[in-house]
């Protein structure tokens, strides 16, 4: 195992450790007041960064190909804006993630580059069945190497269906959603294939947990599927995670995973084959400063 393995392992086992130490379930806050229909969150990082990835470069999903090993520095930006009322609610969610490290020879080069919008509109049928629609952009501030152009490749995605979603489970706070429907989905820019440049339409699944152990601790893991109707057995799959923990209220430690898998369709062949049946993931490991809005 070379010394960036063993100091990758080190952190994430001091950091489970330390996690595990201190992750007591706290008595729930007091009712936060009515701020009407509208709510929202914005956090903004700045972080010491170690990425750890696999299949990289094979891999057809830009955030993952768009990356390596290293470590570096890392700024990122979560927001969300939410209203809801009576049965209506329509929530956005932006995650952008930006990091440079830097080399001798090559000097500055992207280690870190992703930009995720998600918008979904749900209609409240009964309790915790929902009607949803939702819309998506996956893309990323420069593409790979040597043109490195901006915002190449985009994935954009827009599906509808429904969704079953139960809230406070588990103290403090926390939500499980699943959610199963149609989509529409295709991609553009230079780095994408001419499959992924037709649009595709097919089944979705999104099953996604998130909690709030305590007012300093929460984590979430989401799985996606997708299968094309014109070829079943050509499916994408992608696994996201990550865990957040305050060391104080305004440092912080990121555990971040993103997994992606997607099966060969029917009509590709040659070396176009080179990005499908591989597994490939990003695992990051970020440190630093933390301003919540």
Request: hydrophobic residues 35%; contains cysteine.
């Amino acid at each position: 195992m070379t010394p960036m393995k063993q100091l990758r392992y080190a952190l994430i086992l001091s950091a489970s450790i330390c996690i595990s130490t201190f992750a007591v379930d706290a008595p729930a806050p007091a009712p936060a007041q009515d701020t009407g229909p509208w709510s929202h969150h914005l956090k903004l990082g700045a972080f010491l960064n170690n990425v750890a990835t696999s299949n990289a470069a094979e891999s057809n999903d830009a955030t993952i190909n768009s990356t390596a090993d290293s470590a570096s520095y890392t700024l990122s930006v979560d927001g969300r804006l939410k209203w809801n009322e009576g049965k209506h609610t329509i929530q956005n969610d932006l995650k952008m993630k930006y990091g440079r490290k830097y080399d001798e020879i090559i000097k500055w080069t992207d280690s870190t580059d992703e930009i995720d919008y998600d918008g979904v509109y749900k209609y409240n049928i009964e309790k915790v069945h929902n009607y949803y629609f939702n819309i998506g952009l996956d893309t990323v501030f420069t593409g790979p190497e040597p043109e490195e152009k901006e915002f190449d490749p985009r994935t954009g995605k827009a599906s509808t269906g429904y969704a079953f979603k139960k809230e406070n489970i588990l103290p403090i706070k926390d939500a499980f959603e699943t959610r199963l429907g149609v989509r529409a989905q295709r991609s553009w820019g230079t780095y994408t294939t001419e499959e992924q440049r037709d649009v595709q339409t097919g089944i979705e699944w999104v099953t996604r947990y998130e909690r709030t152990q305590k007012k300093d601790l929460n984590y979430f893991v989401q799985y996606e599927l997708f299968t094309d109707f014109d070829d079943v057995d050509h499916t994408i799959h992608l696994l996201t995670a990550g865990l957040n923990y305050k060391i104080t209220p305004v440092f912080q430690l990121k555990l971040d995973l993103r997994a992606y898998y997607e099966t060969e369709p029917d009509d590709v062949t040659g070396a176009n084959t080179d990005t499908y049946d591989t597994l490939a993931f990003r695992q990051e490991t970020l440190i630093g400063f933390t301003f919540e809005f």
